[in-house]
């Protein structure tokens, strides 16, 4: 079932635990303006449901139907999370399956070391333990059929933010006054 339009983004941003997705969709929000949802797995998954991370979990449908609904109202979408290939893959693909064009997808990978120095200045430091971490972590977990790109740790928060402006088109489109 087609959801959104040719005018509609789609765009995913996954990744490990630290790896700045949450960073740079809020990034893209505050430089696009009004008319950008962001859709995300964390509070989807750990606000609104408490529920852990696993595979046919409440969560998957969640951010599916909220993707699909701010799509359907006219909402360019930045789906972000962990959202790890095995329990979100076919999700995530009948999203894309179903959005006309243009979808995005990008994997920011950051090496294990580097999430833990990053995930120790986080308000959750305390609370996730680096034997947490490990267990998390997934060395470039991508989706199928080359359908991400991969953005490194070299890549600044800016400079993965202009990327994306670009590649999707939002450069180029005007905010909606909502």
């Given at each position: 079932?087609?959801?959104?339009?040719?005018?509609?983004?789609?765009?995913?941003?996954?990744?490990?635990?630290?790896?700045?997705?949450?960073?740079?969709?809020?990034?893209?929000?505050?430089?696009?303006?009004?008319?950008?949802?962001?859709?995300?797995?964390?509070?989807?998954?750990?606000?609104?449901?408490?529920?852990?991370?696993?595979?046919?979990?409440?969560?998957?449908?969640?951010?599916e139907?909220t993707?699909?609904?701010?799509?359907?109202?006219?909402?360019?979408?930045?789906?972000?999370?962990?959202?790890?290939?095995?329990?979100?893959?076919?999700?995530l693909?009948?999203?894309?399956?179903?959005?006309?064009?243009?979808?995005?997808?990008?994997?920011?990978?950051?090496?294990?070391?580097?999430?833990?120095?990053?995930?120790?200045?986080?308000?959750?430091?305390?609370?996730?333990?680096?034997?947490?971490?490990?267990?998390?972590?997934?060395?470039?977990?991508?989706?199928?059929?080359?359908?991400?790109?991969?953005?490194?740790?070299?890549?600044?928060?800016?400079?993965?933010?202009?990327?994306?402006?670009?590649?999707?088109?939002?450069?180029?489109?005007?905010?909606?006054?909502?």
């Amino acid at each position: 079932m087609l959801v959104g339009t040719e005018e509609t983004r789609l765009i995913v941003l996954r990744g490990n635990s630290a790896s700045g997705k949450s960073t740079v969709a809020a990034a893209l929000r505050d430089r696009f303006g009004r008319g950008l949802a962001l859709v995300g797995q964390d509070n989807l998954r750990r606000i609104v449901l408490r529920e852990r991370d696993r595979p046919g979990a409440a969560n998957i449908g969640l951010i599916e139907l909220t993707a699909r609904y701010a799509l359907d109202a006219g909402f360019h979408v930045v789906v972000e999370g962990l959202l790890y290939a095995d329990h979100y893959g076919e999700m995530l693909a009948r999203l894309r399956a179903d959005h006309p064009d243009p979808t995005h997808g990008y994997y920011l990978h950051v090496p294990f070391e580097q999430t833990l120095l990053r995930h120790a200045t986080k308000p959750i430091a305390n609370e996730v333990s680096e034997l947490q971490l490990r267990d998390w972590y997934r060395e470039l977990d991508l989706l199928p059929g080359g359908i991400e790109t991969v953005v490194g740790a070299d890549s600044t928060m800016s400079e993965t933010v202009d990327r994306i402006m670009l590649d999707s088109g939002l450069a180029g489109l005007p905010a909606v006054d909502r």
